[in-house]
T-cell receptor, first 117, second 112 residues
């Protein structure tokens, strides 16, 4: 299957700093990538849809100025958590749509565990 | 919008037994139904998927069935092994920019 690489896998930062998470499709081009947040023992909550070359589409309740998304190329999307606070601590996961019958099939990165002190 | 319900939330089986996880969806326009396995601290991994023009699909010990009329689909794992222990998510999505919606997840424990 298609490979999605996500880095870093774990990050610990001080409150008020910004953290950037990268999501790369290694062996395919992804015009659309998705960013999720997952709390312990819960399902994936879609935060935003990242489209190459255009602005991201954010889900209701997700602050776009807080979670900056950039999809500069067909293989890379980044999520920046700005001015992070302890309540932003969570597991963040990206996924990319593979070109298989209209991009319906999603492949996920390995996730990033963010801990804000 | 689409809503996906998944049951049970927790499932414990003896090694070698079968495990069944069931999901229902609400939007009849959904036409793609993947299943993901997530191990602790990792991202979800696609294990099997089915499209709405197919009623059943099998891949070794894993099978998925789909009932479009009733809007429900199920994951069947036979001859379970301890390494099958994980959280399983069902999802409903589709073509043309359909947003994939996930179920709440099922935590499967396979006891040796």
């Amino acid at each position: 299957g298609a490979v999605v690489s996500q880095h870093p896998s774990r990050v610990i930062c001080k409150s008020g700093t910004s953290v950037k998470i990268e999501c790369r499709s290694l062996d395919f081009q992804a015009t659309t990538m998705f960013w999720y947040r997952q709390f312990p023992k819960q399902s994936l909550m879609l935060m935003a849809t990242s489209n190459e070359g255009s602005k991201a589409t954010y889900e209701q309740g997700v602050e776009k100025d807080k979670f900056l998304i950039n999809h500069a190329s067909l293989t890379l999307s980044t999520l920046t958590v700005t001015s992070a606070h302890p309540e932003d601590s969570s597991f963040y996961i990206c996924s990319a749509g593979a070109s298989d019958r209209d991009n319906e099939k999603l492949f996920f990165g390995s996730g990033t565990q963010l801990s804000v002190l | 919008g689409e809503n996906v319900e998944q049951h049970p939330s927790t499932l414990s089986v003896q090694e070698g037994d079968s495990a069944v996880i069931k999901c229902t969806y609400s939007d009849s326009a959904s036409n793609y139904f993947p299943w993901y396995k997530q191990e602790l601290g990792k991202g979800p991994q696609l294990i099997i998927d089915i499209r709405s023009n197919v009623g059943e699909k099998k891949d070794q010990r894993i099978a998925v069935t789909l009932n479009k009329t009733a809007k429900h689909f199920s994951l069947h794992i036979t001859e379970t092994q301890p390494e099958d222990s994980a959280v399983y998510f069902c999802a409903a999505g589709g073509t043309g920019g359909f947003k994939t919606i996930f179920g709440a997840g099922t935590r499967l424990f396979v006891k040796a």
